[in-house]
């Protein structure tokens, strides 16, 4: 089959699948929470934390299908549930996501990119790090030393915006006052049964440690350190199992590559679409691939190159 075919046919939307993974994830974070309650050990609840941070990555992974708008075709719709289930919670807006994202697809590691601005040029971001230098940063994410970065990410994603034109049209009155209006009724349900404890513990605690921790070895992973460059895009594919592809590769995410050449292939078709083009011979000149994060990735963010075309 023609490739161009291929992706047409894994382009069609089967909403259940996304439904499902958004319920699964839900309920994790909720059983997760109730267990560590009852049993209140410490090292139960550092569990708890790592498996609920890898949870709110995971409803993070989902909304990015949203913002390409790979749910439902009710766009309307489609951003509500987006905003209630996966971008609310977490703390940011789905359109202001897409309106970021959708510029990083177009002009991509340019002075255009924000993600690539917002970052190039920063220590933490350099490559290639001394093995101390990688675990310190990663470190400095889990432990909540590196919390104050979220502020200050808040900060410059704003000034950028206004430096490379991103509009942010959404804020109309009545979107606004939706959104307060979700947090209200979060903060009443939180008060009235006396939950701020839980909240801090399990919400909080995970977005400024195991979250940030994970966020950062997944935006390492799919446009930095990458060994080699004679690719159509600098991006990386991640392949991985068990108990990574669980906690960092949720959904399917690892597939960076596949999903820049064809964002309108959405998540659970990803794999998929990777192993037509492993078996066509396309994959070879799209990006690069590393086996696992915390080997492949981590010793290419040592300058250490590893082959891209041993699958």
Same mark, same amino acid.
């Given at each position: 089959?023609?490739?161009?075919?291929?992706?047409?046919?894994?382009?069609?939307?089967?909403?259940?699948?996304?439904?499902?993974?958004?319920?699964?994830?839900?309920?994790?974070?909720? +059983?997760?929470?109730?267990?560590?309650?009852?049993?209140?050990?410490?090292?139960?609840?550092?569990?708890?934390?790592?498996?609920?941070?890898?949870?709110?990555?995971?409803?993070?992974?989902?909304?990015?299908?949203?913002?390409?708008?790979?749910?439902?075709?009710?766009?309307?719709?489609?951003?509500?549930?987006?905003?209630?289930?996966?971008?609310?919670?977490?703390?940011?807006?789905?359109?202001?996501?897409?309106?970021?994202?959708?510029?990083?697809?177009?002009?991509?590691?340019?002075?255009?990119?924000?993600?690539?601005?917002?970052?190039?040029?920063?220590?933490?971001?350099? +490559?290639?790090?001394?093995?101390?230098?990688?675990?310190?940063?990663?470190?400095?994410?889990?432990?909540?030393?590196?919390?104050?970065?979220?502020?200050?990410?808040? +900060?410059?994603?704003?000034?950028?915006?206004?430096?490379?034109?991103?509009?942010?049209?959404?804020?109309?009155?009545?979107?606004?006052?939706?959104?307060?209006?979700?947090?209200?009724?979060?903060?009443?349900?939180?008060?009235?049964?006396?939950?701020?404890?839980?909240?801090?513990?399990?919400?909080?605690?995970?977005?400024?440690?195991?979250?940030?921790?994970?966020?950062?070895?997944?935006?390492?992973?799919?446009?930095?350190?990458?060994?080699?460059?004679?690719?159509?895009?600098?991006?990386?594919?991640?392949?991985?199992?068990?108990?990574?592809?669980?906690?960092?590769?949720?959904?399917?995410?690892?597939?960076?590559?596949?999903?820049?050449?064809?964002?309108?292939?959405?998540?659970?078709?990803?794999?998929?679409?990777?192993?037509?083009?492993?078996?066509?011979?396309?994959?070879?000149?799209?990006?690069?691939?590393?086996?696992?994060?915390?080997?492949?990735?981590?010793?290419?963010?040592?300058?250490?190159?590893?082959?891209?075309?041993?699958?």
């Amino acid at each position: 089959m023609d490739l161009n075919l291929k992706v047409k046919e894994l382009s069609k939307l089967s909403p259940r699948y996304t439904a499902m993974a958004i319920i699964i994830d839900w309920a994790t974070i909720i +059983f997760t929470i109730y267990y560590s309650e009852i049993i209140n050990h410490i090292l139960v609840y550092i569990l708890a934390v790592i498996i609920i941070g890898s949870r709110m990555h995971a409803l993070g992974i989902l909304s990015h299908d949203f913002v390409h708008y790979r749910f439902i075709n009710n766009r309307k719709l489609s951003d509500y549930i987006g905003n209630i289930f996966l971008c609310w919670p977490l703390f940011f807006t789905l359109e202001g996501y897409r309106a970021q994202h959708l510029r990083h697809h177009s002009k991509l590691n340019t002075d255009e990119d924000p993600d690539y601005i917002r970052r190039i040029g920063l220590e933490e971001w350099s +490559f290639p790090k001394t093995k101390f230098n990688v675990y310190w940063m990663f470190f400095k994410d889990i432990s909540g030393l590196n919390v104050l970065q979220y502020p200050a990410k808040i +900060f410059t994603v704003k000034k950028n915006n206004k430096k490379i034109d991103i509009k942010e049209n959404y804020l109309t009155s009545s979107y606004i006052f939706m959104m307060l209006s979700f947090y209200l009724v979060l903060t009443i349900i939180i008060s009235t049964n006396g939950l701020w404890t839980v909240f801090a513990l399990y919400w909080i605690v995970p977005i400024a440690t195991s979250l940030k921790l994970i966020k950062r070895i997944r935006a390492i992973a799919e446009h930095f350190a990458v060994p080699v460059k004679d690719y159509d895009e600098v991006t990386r594919t991640t392949l991985s199992s068990g108990i990574e592809r669980y906690l960092i590769g949720a959904h399917n995410v690892g597939y960076h590559t596949e999903h820049h050449r064809y964002s309108s292939v959405p998540w659970y078709n990803l794999e998929e679409l990777h192993q037509y083009a492993k078996a066509t011979g396309e994959l070879r000149t799209w990006g690069h691939i590393s086996h696992g994060y915390m080997n492949g990735l981590v010793q290419e963010m040592q300058g250490q190159t590893r082959s891209s075309l041993v699958y």
